[in-house]
T-cell receptor, first 114, second 113 residues
Framework: AQSVTQPDIHITVSEGASLELRCNYS??????LFWYVQSPGQGLQLLLK??????LVQGIKGFEAEFKRSQSSFNLRKPSVHWSDAAEYFC????????????FGTGTQLKVEL | IAGITQAPTSQILAAGRRMTLRCTQD?????MYWYRQDLGLGLRLIHY???????GKGEVPDGYSVSRANTDDFPLTLASAVPSQTSVYFC????????????FGEGSRLTVL
């Protein structure tokens, strides 16, 4: 069965610092990969997705993620964090070839210090 | 503003009672989903519907039922609520079954006592 691991439950960074959130997956083949963000009291919003092609994908709000097949990873990065980025971030995988029954990781709570 | 509307926003319910969480979308999306979110467990899929008239079971379907009579509505029913169903429930939709992009509602917080 597929699984997604986000090893960091909480991360704190200073505003302006760089950010990397880790995501590892277990799947029989290369799945579709996603990062979602959840602001307090809100639903989830898609940041970016990887289906195929260029392994470095750009998303909204200045985020990017890199797919590394050899490491089964899809880490999320941002060069300079803003206070408004404080939220919970979820990595998710979906069946290769389509299908939206996503499997989500347990999330990483990001705190930004001013 | 187009999107997904969930109701109620919050509810406290006695164990054994029946409860229906409502979800309506105005984006004319074909596929809809119900997830529950629990601390330390992330989001888990309860039920889904790829198109009106069809439904399917997700990862944690026991104790829940859904229906999809039309494109816009996808209610989730707890026939006899139990305390382990205390959670935040999110409805989501997508334009197709293979797009990967889900649009989420703001959630319904349910407490079963």
């Amino acid at each position: 069965a597929q699984s997604v691991t986000q090893p960091d439950i909480h991360i704190t960074v200073s505003e302006g610092a760089s950010l990397e959130l880790r995501c590892n997956y277990s799947y029989g083949a290369t799945p579709y990969l996603f990062w979602y963000v959840q602001s307090p009291g809100q639903g989830l919003q898609l940041l970016l997705k990887y289906f195929s092609g260029d392994t470095l994908v750009q998303g909204i709000k200045g985020f990017e993620a890199e797919f590394k097949r050899s490491q089964s990873s899809f880490n999320l990065r941002k060069p300079s964090v803003h206070w408004s980025d404080a939220a919970e971030y979820f990595c998710a995988v979906g069946p290769p070839g389509g299908g939206n029954k996503l499997t989500f990781g347990t999330g990483t709570q990001l705190k930004v210090e001013l | 503003i187009a999107g997904i509307t969930q109701a109620p926003t919050s509810q406290i319910l006695a164990a054994g009672r029946r409860m229906t969480l409502r979800c309506t979308q105005d984006m004319r999306h074909n596929a809809m989903y119900w997830y529950r979110q629990d601390l330390g467990l992330g989001l888990r899929l309860i039920h889904y519907s790829n198109t009106a008239g069809t439904t399917g079971k997700g990862e944690v379907p026991d104790g829940y039922s859904v229906s999809r009579a039309n494109t816009d509505d996808f209610p989730l029913t707890l026939a006899s609520a139990v305390p382990s169903q205390t959670s935040v429930y999110f409805c989501a939709s997508s334009a197709g079954a293979n797009t990967g992009e889900l649009f989420f509602g703001e959630g319904s917080r349910l407490t079963v006592l």
